[in-house]
């Protein structure tokens, strides 16, 4: 997806000093202590999930391991209910009470295209349509116009999408046709979960749930070596 554009001419590369201070100082380096595996509650699926997921055109992805769905200890100091977003590692933490936390696997963007400071989600949507920019067409052609919700499409069953200053930022939380690359740093900028996680995570937040994308280089390093590379047309 394209990078987004601000009327005072602020971007994810220009993020004032100060957040960037902050950022810096909020390393996950002493994040986790201690992971337990979380399988996927059934109880978030609802019956159009079931039907669209059993319709995937993608075979079933193995995670690895550190990128499966783990409650881990946290002792950073967001408040419970906010997402902070590991680049670095390529993980996305749902903050709980009791200095606890959901660690999920995600795909991120690559370092020139990738979002990082602090937003807000300003919109939710389930199955979402895709409309690619402009400046994806001119990075990647053949392109449809619209690709309609469903399982073949890039975002996948849900959608968050990220606002700073009341203006959309073009970055979104969304799930996958390619579940295959969660651990990656292959997409246009945007943070994929599996649909399963994503679908879980979309049940646990509202509209204006704040959400903390470290900037490179602030987080832990990433459990896995190596990097694949995605596909045409995904986000």
Known sequence: MSRPKYR?????????KAIVVVLAGLSLGACVTAATPEPAPEASLKPRDRELLARAPYQKASIPAPYQRHIVDYHRNEA?????????ARFLYFVLPNRKAIRYG???????????????????AEWPNWTPTPDIHKRIEGLPAHVPGGPANPLGARALYLYANGKDTLYRIHGTNQPEYIGSAISSGCIRMTNEDVIDLYSRVKTGTTVVVLAPGTGQPSPMSGAKVAGLGNN
């Open 8 to 16: 005072n001419g602020m971007g994810p590369a220009m993020i004032p």
């Open 106 to 124: 995600v795909t991120v963007g690559e370092e020139a295209l990738a979002f990082s400071g602090i937003a807000k989600v300003g919109n939710m």
């Open 80 to 88: 419970p209910g906010t997402i902070v977003v590991d680049s670095d």
